[in-house]
């Protein structure tokens, strides 16, 4: 057997070349937090949202410095004044008396006698034979088949009872009119109706006393005046949709992020507490958060505003304030609690008590930022439903007192007049439900982008 | 078993002897007077009303009176519709809120798994796309625009057709509970859709799934017997919740629809400050929620055995 024969010689005690290249890094190390930006950066839903809720803080915070007008100011010439309308009124002479003349044409069957505006409708129709009464009615609508006849607004007798002055609360829009004409029996022996497109008009005083015009001198009848404008419209009391829109997005984003922002925090405190101490302590104060989720939430909200009533002069803010952070508050404190007890048992807690580490310390610098993560979904999460409880109390009627607007109360006010005036209720709860959303789709987002666990699958 | 059913009764008695007790005190520390909205009440007729009421004695007797009253079943008289028992109005509409709200529940639920379902096999593709984007905007629009948009929708759509294809509001028939019961059930259904995605997607990735593709079963089979029934799971965890959801949302359906349920009658209690009908109300559903949460997570239990009551 031949002996293997090695040689070796000093070179081949070289250190082997080292590759600097593997050991520095391909790029620069990112912590949690620019990491999970350039997560949420690439969602485009979530940078969308996030947008839409900076917007939103602007709109509230901003708007009211822009929009300088009254919430509560009733502009009662342009009461629930769809946004867009036309805003020109004509100077007429003051009110005279109508002694029945016509100055429009004659013609045949219900008419009318003078041009229809705001300040007056003049209506003329023919005597019917045999009529003892004629009943004046208006509707929004056209009358139709079934005759919705609307608003009743006179019974005159008498055979020769053939004209008549509406001058009862005239907005410039279309009317449908109809007079119903019947025997002394109440039998009916004629209908008609008409339609009358009446225009806006306003005297000179009022126009001065409105503030629109400097003085009486600068006008002369028949010129044309702007009203004040209005650009989301106006009210059913004839305030300024924009301006309470503004008002509203104060109240209902106050508590949409105030509410939740101190539930959050004393459930982080409450459930740190306890996912800390653990042991017996830990148990009753689960415990007592497990009673708190089981009490029925929209019952006691209810309650807690009924009992705290609101006293004059009060918005009532407050006290949904208090009562959203007393039963809001253990769900949080449960999921940070369940955090904290996972990292407790973590090897970098126990390498940090060796080094002498103090318990406060512990879990101010280790846990809570561990957990902010999903502190912070949870917090983003939350401003939607805090939303919806204010909407929803206040829609009821028992959130925010009047004249205080809020989104949820003006949709209250709004939902009455949905068919005629749709728009009050179309912008608030436009706005509700685009608040919502933004806020949904960026907790989506922040869950997404901070908390690989809960990363959806999507 | 029997010892968890145990402990969870005495808890959601103690629960609801909690409910009940603020309720008192609630009521007890609202502003004003509950005999105030009579006009002209002389020092005797207020004497002999807090006579009748027992409004005229101390706070822990009338405590005492009321639970004791309260465990006899008896919820008293209403204030402002008199000669009306509370118990009367819960008997008469109840019923016709728990119909309204196990429509809302069954077509939640059913709703819910199934889209859920639909938008997972179609994962990215048009179907999921569109649920998932009507889905966000049922979880964002309140449920009282909701109600306004359907009624309105109704009204447009009986308008177009020149007959009554569905009644706009009021009750009776099915007809009646369709459109509102829809509406109730929206919102949870929504919440229930997301929630079934995303547990049906985790579901196609275990092993047990894998397996049972390698043994050649039919992709029906292994949709229905293995994914559907496991991912049903969590869905049926947040039902409890959800009915609570339901009930508390009804109060708003029922007033938009003009239902004569229960939580029309509490709502406008609330509103009047009936005092007698808000105690009694929120007592019923408060102890009608707590036990609901009760048998769900009961059920849950005998539904999947892994999960251990304890």
């Known amino acids: 057997m031949a002996e293997l024969q090695v040689r070796l010689t000093a070179a081949d005690f070289e250190p082997l070349h080292t590759d600097q290249e593997i050991h520095s890094l391909s790029r620069p190390s990112l912590s949690y937090w620019q990491d999970a930006w350039i997560r949420l950066k690439a969602n485009t839903r979530a940078i969308l949202s996030l947008y839409i809720v900076l917007g939103l803080l602007a709109f509230t915070v901003l708007g009211p410095l822009v929009w300088d007008v009254d919430p509560a100011a009733q502009d009662v010439d342009q009461i629930s004044l769809p946004p867009g309308a036309d805003r020109t009124a004509t100077i007429v002479a003051p009110y005279a008396p109508w002694s029945g003349g016509s100055v429009l044409p004659a013609a045949e069957g219900l008419r009318l006698a003078e041009t229809p505006n705001s300040e007056n409708v003049r209506l003329l129709w023919d005597p019917v034979p045999g009529a003892a009464s004629y009943s004046v009615y208006r509707s929004l609508f056209d009358v139709g088949e079934d005759r919705a006849l609307g608003l009743p607004l006179v019974d005159l007798f008498g055979a020769d009872a053939v004209r008549f002055e509406d001058r009862l609360d005239l907005s410039p829009r279309t009317y449908h009119y109809s007079v119903l004409a ?110 708190v989720v089981a009490l029925p939430f929209l019952l006691f909200m209810i309650l807690f505003k009924i009992a705290f009533g609101i006293g004059p002069g009060e918005s009532g803010i407050l006290p949904m304030l208090v009562a959203l952070v007393l039963l809001s508050w253990p769900a949080t404190s449960r999921l940070v609690r369940g955090q904290i007890l996972q990292i407790r048992e973590e090897g970098y807690i126990n390498a940090s008590r060796l080094l002498g580490a103090k318990n406060g310390y512990l879990v101010v610098r280790h846990m809570i930022p561990n957990t902010m993560g999903v502190i912070l979904v949870t917090l983003t999460f939350a401003v939607p439903s805090a939303i919806f409880t204010e909407a929803f109390l206040s829609f009821i009627g028992m959130g925010v007192a009047p004249p205080t ?54 | 078993m029997w010892r968890y059913t145990l402990k969870r009764l005495i808890q959601g008695i103690i629960t609801i002897w909690f409910i009940a007790t603020a309720t008192f005190f609630a009521m007890h520390n609202v ?140 009750w009776g028939t099915l007809w009646h509970m369709l459109v509102p019961s829809m509406v109730l059930g929206l ?46 799971l969590p869905v049926i965890t947040v039902l409890g919740p959800s009915i609570a959801a339901i009930t508390t949302g009804g109060f708003v359906v029922e007033l938009v629809f003009a239902i004569p349920g229960l939580g029309r009658y509490f709502v406008q209690a609330v509103q009047q400050l009936d005092y007698t009908v808000i105690m009694g109300t929120t007592v019923f559903y408060g102890a009608f929620l707590v036990f609901m949460v009760i048998v769900v997570d009961l059920l849950y239990g005998w539904i999947d055995p892994r999960v251990r009551l304890e």
């Not at chain 2, 050649?216 to 994914?227: A, K, N, S, V």
């Open chain 1, 182 to 291: 019947r025997d002394a029996d109440g039998t009916e022996l004629d209908f008609q109706t008409l339609e009358v497109q009446v225009s806006r008009v306003i005297t000179a005083e009022q126009a001065l006393e409105r503030g629109l015009i400097d003085s009486l001198n600068d006008v002369q009848i028949g010129d044309e005046v702007l009203m004040p404008l209005h650009p989301f419209g106006t009210d059913y009391l004839g305030r300024d949709m924009l301006s309470r829109l503004m008002h509203g997005a104060r109240v209902s984003l106050f508590i949409g992020i105030a509410a939740p922002l101190l539930y959050v925090l004393f459930g982080v405190f409450y459930g740190s507490t306890a996912g800390f101490i653990g042991g017996r302590i830990d148990q009753a104060l689960m415990r007592f958060a497990d009673f």
């Open chain 2, 31 to 170: 502003p004003g007077d509950p005999l105030i909205n009579d006009r002209s009440v002389t020092e005797d007729i207020r004497a002999n009303l807090e006579a009748k009421y027992g409004l005229n004695r101390p706070t822990h007797e009338q405590y005492l009176i009321y639970m004791g009253n309260i465990l006899r079943g008896d919820f008293g008289i209403s204030f402002t519709q008199k000669n009306r028992m509370v118990n009367d109005i819960i008997r008469e509409h109840f019923p016709v809120s728990a119909i309204l709200g196990i429509l809302a529940v069954v077509f939640a639920g059913l709703g819910g798994v199934l889209w859920g379902a639909l938008t997972a096999l179609y994962r990215n593709r048009l179907p999921d796309v569109i649920i998932m984007f009507l889905v966000i905007l049922g979880i964002s629009v309140p449920s009282f625009v909701v109600a306004a948009i359907a009624q309105l929708t109704l009204v447009n759509l009986n308008d177009l057709f020149g007959f009554s294809v569905l009644p706009v509001a009021g």
């Open chain 2, 187 to 232: 919102g949870t259904m929504a919440y229930l859709t997301r929630l079934m995605r995303s547990s049906m997607l985790e579901i196609v990735n275990s092993d047990f799934i894998r397996t049972a593709k390698a043994k050649g079963l039919p992709p029906t089979r292994i949709f229905t017997t293995h994914q559907l029934r496991n991912a049903i």
């Open chain 1, 405 to 458: 607007p809020s989104w949820g109360s003006m949709c209250n006010e709004g939902i009455k007049t949905m068919l005629t005036t749709p728009h009050e209720l179309i912008f608030p709860a436009l706005f509700i439900s685009i608040t919502v959303l933004a806020f949904n789709l960026l907790g989506d987002g922040l869950r997404d982008a901070l908390d690989a666990r809960m990363r959806s699958t999507e």
